[in-house]
């Protein structure tokens, strides 16, 4: 989709937004059907939302009120079951699916701001932060505080990642397709339910998207040389670089690198296991165990809470729509 296309969809999205209660920090809409991916078909496709609000106890009584049909039997516990549900189990979203608005189907997932900003700085689940590190519709945002921060720390995390994994010098697409990848790394679902190509999908036809998010960040890089007009990037990877650079990572993510590290019985700091990992020439293989590893926990979990998010019912059509899309990257990718 063109840049001033997506301007305009910004009205239709707001009035879908229109229909929640108003207390919410941050909303964006996300996915295939804001973004064009390769084969995908944009007005078909289920409009995916994430509403970050203060206190998911009060939103869920208003939502509730306004909107009761959106949830599953759940609804008959009531908000302070739902918000438990929320935010003491899988990845801290409650999503309800298959909600009809505005003549178009709608997901959104509910997530509290605290728990939101836990996982941009930290990769706790990676999982809202990691549909965050591709472009996103910003609908709404509050006083920023401590949100905006997280939102573009998040955002040179993915970078500090990508740099790890790529090579010394590599194509601007290279990492786009990189930071793209962090979060479907280790998902299960990549093995059943989405199409394989996905990642693919999404960067090739969004490159200007990913340039306008990601171009401040990587021109104030210090420890990366990047060339816009010719699309190409070199990065420094001597031992002393790359220290730097784990250094730099979330906090889960570190202490993922140092269990896959560390041996048992020894007890060194996290900064002596992360200067080991450095001088290592498998050290972008490290980072990749690790970055999966908290995917692999969070993707599982939060299925498996959204099968009682969702109902019976809408657990069966929903995936029955994944593995038809599934099927469908199949048929069309090149053999």
């Known amino acids: 989709m063109t840049l001033p296309a997506l301007q305009n969809s910004g009205v239709f999205l707001r009035r879908i937004l229109s229909r929640f209660p108003q207390d919410i920090s941050l909303a964006f809409a996300y996915g295939s059907a804001v973004f064009r991916q390769t084969g995908g078909q944009m007005r078909s496709n289920m409009l995916d939302f994430v509403f970050a609000v203060d206190d998911p106890v009060t939103w869920h009584t208003m939502n509730l009120i306004e909107n009761r049909k959106h949830y599953s039997f759940l609804r008959f516990l009531g908000p302070k079951h739902i918000s438990s549900i929320q935010t003491d189990y ?23 701001t605290d728990a939101l900003i836990e996982d941009l700085l930290h990769w706790k689940t990676l999982y809202v ?18 949100l905006r921060p997280a939102l573009v720390g998040n955002l040179k995390s993915a970078v500090t990642a990508a740099f790890l994994m790529l090579p010394e010098s590599f194509s601007e697409e290279d990492l786009f397709l990189q930071i793209a990848g962090l979060s479907y790394s280790g998902d299960f679902r990549m093995v059943i339910g989405e199409d394989k190509s996905k990642v693919s999908n999404i960067v090739k036809e969004n490159m200007p998207h990913f340039r306008k998010l990601y171009n401040s ?25 790359q220290f730097t650079q784990l250094m730099a990572l979330p906090r889960t993510l570190q202490q993922q690198i140092t269990r896959l590290v560390e041996r048992p019985g020894k007890n060194r700091d996290v900064e002596e296991i992360l200067l080991q990992v450095a001088q290592d020439p498998d050290c972008g293989s490290v980072v990749q165990q690790g970055i999966s590893s908290i995917v692999k926990s969070s993707s599982i979990t939060q299925s498996a809470k959204g099968m009682a998010t ?5 657990t069966v059509s929903y995936s029955a729509k994944k593995l038809q899309k599934m099927w469908r990257g199949w048929r069309t990718r090149p053999s």
């Open 90 to 112: 899988g990845a801290g979203v409650y999503f309800n699916t298959l909600v009809p608005a505005e003549d178009r189907v709608i997901k959104y997932g509910v997530i509290s």
């Open 129 to 146: 932060a990691g549909r965050l590190h591709k472009p996103v519709q910003i609908l709404l945002q509050s006083e920023p505080g401590k």
């Open 217 to 241: 960040i990587l021109q104030e890089c210090p420890q990366v040389v990047y060339k816009p007009q010719q699309g190409r990037l070199e990065v420094d990877k001597s031992p002393e670089g």
């Open 310 to 314: 969702a109902g019976l019912v809408k």
